[in-house]
């Protein structure tokens, strides 16, 4: 399983803070686990990440590659604001069925299961979270997000990882204005692959790049593609690809 770190969020300000920062709505968190990203002011993602209501705050739960990277964007906007970030030792445990008293259904899908935070190691995980990922369109952490994305691209409406309603954050503009002004030119799909192809190769449609394959999986990947490009027969590697419906 990718490791992940648990973070403690406390303070006066820290609901505020948060609300002012991130993709979602923090009132979510309340009931509930929510997903939600923090952005750049142009609109590209930074990282993303979930959030649940904790003692005297909330607790973060974000990809260990991103942890860093997310703690001095976080410390950057605190300025004077009453907010403490503390790492904890708490591990994430996660499992499919039914959600355990402890635990949060993952708001990005149904199949996805739960997530849980508890104080012991998680046992030796034996779920295939790639099919799972490509199976219902779900990017990852470092593979299908990173700087160069915008978040609709990625699928973030249809995961419940942005509100439109909340109000403002940082790359909020941009957000809604791809949502609200333009038709999204580009973006993720799943697609069928048959024949050899390693990820990270560039997928072709009559003698053009559509696009790139992320994540595969046996028959199946997730590719970043262009739409106006991504029609008939495309190529990637030695393997013939096929538009699949999301």
Same mark, same amino acid.
């Given at each position: 399983?990718?490791?992940? &770190?648990?973070?403690?969020?406390?303070? /006066?300000?820290?609901?505020?803070?948060?609300?002012?920062?991130?993709?979602? %709505? =923090?009132?979510?968190?309340?009931?509930?686990?929510? *997903?939600?990203?923090?952005?750049?002011? #142009?609109?590209?993602? =930074?990282?993303?990440?979930?959030?649940?209501?904790?003692?005297?705050? *909330?607790?973060?739960?974000?990809?260990?590659?991103?942890? %860093?990277?997310?703690?001095?964007?976080?410390?950057?906007?605190?300025l004077r604001a009453d907010v403490t970030i503390t790492p904890t030792d708490k591990h994430l445990h996660r499992g499919l069925g039914p959600v355990p008293a402890d635990g949060y /259904?993952?708001?990005?899908?149904?199949?996805?299961?739960?997530?849980?935070?508890?104080?012991?190691?998680?046992?030796?995980?034996?779920?295939?979270?790639?099919?799972?990922? $490509?199976?219902?369109?779900?990017?990852?952490?470092? =593979?299908?997000?990173?700087?160069?994305?915008? =978040?609709?691209?990625?699928?973030?409406?249809?995961?419940?990882? $942005?509100?439109?309603?909340?109000?403002? *954050?940082?790359?909020?503009?941009?957000?809604? &204005?791809?949502?609200?002004?333009?038709?999204?030119?580009?973006g993720l799909a799943r697609v069928a692959l048959s024949g050899a192809a390693e990820t990270g190769s560039d997928i072709t449609a009559n003698g053009k790049v559509a696009g790139q394959?992320?994540?595969?999986?046996?028959?199946?990947?997730?590719? *970043?593609?262009?739409? %106006?490009?991504? &029609?008939?027969?495309? #190529?990637?590697?030695?393997?013939?690809?096929?538009?699949?419906?999301?």
């Amino acid at each position: 399983m990718s490791t992940y &770190r648990i973070l403690h969020l406390t303070g /006066a300000d820290v609901r505020d803070f948060l609300q002012g920062l991130i993709t979602n %709505d =923090i009132a979510g968190a309340d009931t509930g686990l929510i *997903y939600a990203a923090l952005l750049t002011p #142009q609109g590209k993602y =930074i990282a993303d990440f979930f959030l649940s209501k904790a003692s005297q705050g *909330y607790l973060l739960d974000v990809h260990e590659s991103l942890t %860093d990277v997310l703690v001095q964007r976080l410390s950057m906007y605190k300025l004077r604001a009453d907010v403490t970030i503390t790492p904890t030792d708490k591990h994430l445990h996660r499992g499919l069925g039914p959600v355990p008293a402890d635990g949060y /259904a993952d708001p990005r899908h149904d199949a996805l299961g739960w997530r849980a935070y508890r104080d012991v190691a998680a046992p030796e995980d034996t779920i295939d979270w790639t099919a799972l990922r $490509v199976a219902h369109l779900i990017p990852q952490s470092g =593979i299908e997000l990173t700087p160069d994305t915008f =978040i609709l691209e990625a699928g973030f409406e249809r995961l419940s990882g $942005v509100d439109f309603r909340k109000g403002c *954050y940082v790359g909020q503009e941009v957000t809604a &204005r791809m949502k609200h002004k333009t038709e999204l030119r580009k973006g993720l799909a799943r697609v069928a692959l048959s024949g050899a192809a390693e990820t990270g190769s560039d997928i072709t449609a009559n003698g053009k790049v559509a696009g790139q394959l992320l994540s595969r999986t046996q028959d199946a990947g997730i590719a *970043y593609l262009r739409f %106006d490009r991504a &029609r008939g027969d495309m #190529q990637a590697g030695d393997a013939m690809v096929t538009l699949l419906d999301s």
